[in-house]
């Protein structure tokens, strides 16, 4: 079945850097979702992305969907502790509307 | 506008026993889909509801199953419970639609099965 990987699995970094995580798949998918989640609680979506090449923001988030329609990355400027959590990508499994396949999941860790 | 709801939030059950748990989705959400989180195998995808139909299903055994009433909320339940379906259970709503695809979680329900 289809596959999203994620990586990396985990990150330590220092308050203010910038962050960079992708998720690669081998089928094509048409939507590209990017979730966090705190310890606790439900996936919040952060950004979606529906066209080959699109790059979208949300605030200090960027995330591109790649030209191949394989690969999706989140970006993160300027790290806070509050960006403390697991990212996870996900895509519609076989391209069908609301069954999600979800990646593996980046573990953030923020060091003030 | 009010979120996702989950009840409950935390249930202790015994093996064999079977479980009912209750998702609200978004108002104006017709679509509610059901995943179960473990450390080991991740998200996964249980079934989804769309105006009281299961349209799609995941790969999970019989004892799970779930439906939909006339006012969007569902439920799912599990039936003989397993040591193994210990797990944060996840509600999601979504439109119908293009932007269908966004789905928006409750906080879940954590299931502890002893």
């Known amino acids: 079945g289809q596959q999203l990987n994620q990586s990396p699995q985990s990150m330590f970094i220092q308050e203010g850097e910038d962050v960079s995580m992708n998720c690669t798949s081998s089928s094509i998918f048409n939507t590209w979702l990017w979730y966090k989640q705190d310890p606790g609680e439900g996936p919040v979506l952060l950004i979606a992305l529906y066209k080959a090449g699109e790059l979208t923001s949300n605030g200090r988030l960027t995330a591109q969907f790649g030209i191949t329609r394989k690969d999706s990355f989140l970006n993160i400027s300027a790290s806070i502790p509050s960006d403390v959590g697991i990212y996870f990508c996900a895509g519609p499994h076989n391209n069908a509307g609301n069954m999600l396949t979800f990646g593996g999941g980046t573990r953030l860790m923020v060091k003030p | 506008k009010a979120g996702v709801t989950q009840t409950p939030r935390y249930l202790i059950k015994t093996r064999g026993q079977q479980v009912t748990l209750s998702c609200s989705p978004i108002s104006g959400h017709r679509s509610v889909s059901w995943y179960q989180q473990t450390p080991g195998q991740g998200l996964q995808f249980l079934f989804e509801?769309?105006?009281?139909?299961?349209?799609n299903k995941g790969n999970f055994p019989g004892r799970f199953s779930g439906r939909q009433f006339s006012n969007s909320r569902s439920e799912m339940n599990v039936s003989t419970l397993e040591l193994g379906d210990s797990a944060l259970y996840l509600c999601?709503?979504?439109?119908?639609?293009?932007?269908?695809?966004?789905?928006?979680f409750g906080q879940g329900t954590r299931l502890t099965v002893v």
């Open positions: 999601a709503s979504s439109l119908s639609g293009a932007r269908g695809t966004e789905a928006f």
């Open positions: 509801y769309f105006s009281e139909t299961q349209r």
